[in-house]
Structures are given as C-alpha cells and as structure tokens.
C-alpha cells in the first residue's frame, strides 16, 4: 500500500527555470493538497482539490498551478522558479476536506 | 479568522513528560489533531480530538481540549529518544460544506539524554 507517492525528493532548479512536482494516491481519495514547509511559518496551503476536474487556490498560490485529470494524480507546477519558492513541498490526501490527511515524504526543491 | 499557534522549540529529559501547547482562534473547529514529523519525513497523524471531547488517552498521548480558552495539549509520558520530532497541531474548521484544516507553525520536541 504506497499511499501518497511525492517525486522528485530533492531538486535544485536555476531562477525562471520550470519544472513540475509529481503526487500520486493509491487510497481513492477525494481531496488532494499541496502544501509548503518554510522554518518558523508551519504549512501554508498552496492549491486543493476537491476532487478530479476541480482545483481551488489555498493560502500562497501566487507562481504555481495545478490540475487534476485523474482522482489518483495532482501534480504542482512552477511556471518561472524564483530563490523565494525554495521550501519542502508536501503533497496530502484525504477522503475529504478537513478529515485525517496523509502525506508524501516531501520535495525539498531549491533555486539558485 | 483562523490561526493555530505553537511555541517553536521545547527541550525535555528522556523519561520525563512533554507538554507541547496549542493555541487557535476559530471556535467553530470540529476537529483537532496532532501531528508528528520526524527529520526528513512527511506529516503522520498521531492522534485526533472531537471538539465536543475534553480529553483523549492513548497509551503514552494525553490530548487535553479547553474550548472556553481554545488551548490544546499534548502530553507525551516517559518521553523517549524516538519521540524527538516536529509536532504540528491542526484544526478542522466547517467551510461551507468543505471543511478546510489549518496547521500551527510545529514545535520541535529535543530529548536530552
């Protein structure tokens, strides 16, 4: 049973590079989110979904986006990387908004 | 509006009890949970109150619910090496059918020897 498989674990993109940030869930859940971890600030919310076809801005959605084609896949994409995006980016699950949620190991993405 | 506060750091020896305190601001929370993170790993949950509970044991985990001053604890009895982590406490708030969980800012549990 994976559950929330996040990949890259570790990335090192250089300013206005793109790239995209993989999350996919074995669990059939619903609701899927994209959080950032940054010292001292806790987990801000990025972007959610409620489910397949639908996605929602969270708290700093400013320089990504997101989509989700299918129930199992929500992936993160950053347009033009800046130094202010290097963070640990988490990808989460749940069968609903707001019940228990299970995340991925992380991505640890910096830009230089 | 919705904010959960945390102290960032608490250092306690090995054996004694850990007390990691939450604070929030929306009464509305339906449910409150704590998470732990350990060095290099994702968030897991380590337990949940209900909003109408006072107080939750499981095994070494005491969670303690004020709602009057909206104040959550966890208590960790006999504190081991293993339960050095971040601790993140969450609520779940009602938003519009769409309940929406807010994380406080973690508090970073060290054991001394």
């Known amino acids: 049973n994976a559950g929330v498989t996040q990949t890259p674990k570790f990335q090192v993109l250089k300013t206005g590079q793109s790239m995209t940030l993989q999350c996919a869930q074995d669990?059939?859940?619903?609701?899927m989110s994209w959080y950032r971890q940054d010292p001292g600030m806790g987990l801000r919310l990025i972007h959610y979904s409620v489910g397949a076809g639908i996605t929602d801005q969270g708290e700093v959605p400013n320089g990504y986006n997101v989509s989700r084609s299918t129930t199992e896949d929500f992936p993160l994409r950053l347009l033009s990387a800046a130094p202010s995006q290097t963070s640990v980016y988490f990808c989460a699950s749940s069968y609903r908004q707001g019940t228990e949620a299970f995340f991925g190991q992380g991505t640890r993405l910096t830009v230089v | 509006g919705e904010d959960v506060e945390q102290s960032l750091f608490l250092s306690v020896r090995e054996g004694d009890s850990s007390v990691i305190n939450c604070t929030y601001t929306d009464s509305s929370s339906t449910y409150l949970y704590w998470y732990k993170q350990e060095p290099g790993a994702g968030l897991q949950l380590l337990t949940y109150?209900?909003?109408?509970?006072d107080m939750k044991q499981d095994q070494r985990l005491t969670v303690l619910l004020n709602k009057k001053d909206k104040h959550l604890s966890l208590r960790i009895a006999d504190t081991q090496t293993g339960d050095s982590a971040i601790y993140f406490c969450?609520?779940?708030?009602?938003?519009?059918?769409?309940?929406?969980?807010?994380f406080g800012t973690g508090t970073r549990l060290t054991i001394i020897p």
């Open positions: 969450a609520e779940s708030i009602p938003n519009f059918g769409n309940e929406k969980l807010t």
């Open positions: 109150i209900f909003s109408n509970m």
């Open positions: 669990m059939n859940h619903e609701y």
